[in-house]
């Protein structure tokens, strides 16, 4: 695990010792994630369409989607107006925003 790259796309500024604790706590989360699949939950129903594996005790789960149908949405534009009165830069019908990714 890269510290010194995770700190760089987070903007942290780290010291030698917080990296060193940083990096045993995130890799004690993602060990722990890791095993999170090969966990057996007793007691508790498995939802409908779950795969059981006797290999392992494994449980496995099938995906699905889980979005909504997006049921009567505002028409496009309807509250343009009402939002670009609010902004307090804009250019061209567009909102103006500070950059906050800087280019290399």
Partial sequence: MNINHL??????????????????EL??????VSELP????EGYPMPEGTLSTSVDNVRQVQRQNI????IDP?????FTEA??????????????VKQIIAEK
Avoid: C, H, W
Avoid at 27 to 32: T, V
Avoid at 38 to 41: A, F, R, S
Avoid at 74 to 78: Q, T
């Fill in 7 to 24: 700190a760089k796309l987070s903007r942290l500024e780290l010291r030698e010792e917080e990296k060193a604790s940083l990096e045993r």
């Fill in 27 to 32: 890799q004690s989360i993602l060990n722990y």
């Fill in 38 to 41: 090969t966990k057996l939950v």
């Fill in 67 to 70: 979005f909504r149908e997006d």
């Fill in 74 to 78: 505002y028409p496009s534009g309807d």
């Fill in 83 to 96: 939002i670009m009165a609010e902004v307090e830069r804009k250019e061209d019908g567009y909102l103006v």
